[in-house]
């Protein structure tokens, strides 16, 4: 599969596969993706419980299994006036 012809096929590619939010912006239109892999993907984090385990981790409970402890790297990011705990 080669980019030249998925935005040769798809003349909205380089707008519809962007995302933008809280000043990032990531644009997979330049790699070989398609709608179907998008789909998969997206399936296969509901079939796993991917926004279970993401709340989970925010919520601090003990999901690194290896260790039997919570993941609290995302305290790094966490704002001065409301530490993560």
Not at 1 to 21: I, V
Request: glycine fraction near 4%; charged fraction near 35%.
């Amino acid at each position: 599969m080669h980019l030249r012809k998925l935005f040769a096929d798809d003349p909205d590619r380089g707008e519809r596969m962007t995302a933008e939010a809280i000043g990032i912006y990531f644009d997979y239109s330049k790699h070989r993706i398609t709608d179907e892999t998008l789909r998969l993907l997206l399936q296969l984090a509901k079939e796993s419980g991917l926004r279970y385990r993401i709340d989970a981790m925010f919520r601090g409970e003990k999901i690194n299994v290896t260790e039997n402890r919570a993941v609290l790297h995302v305290a790094l990011r966490a704002p001065k006036d409301n530490p993560l705990l």
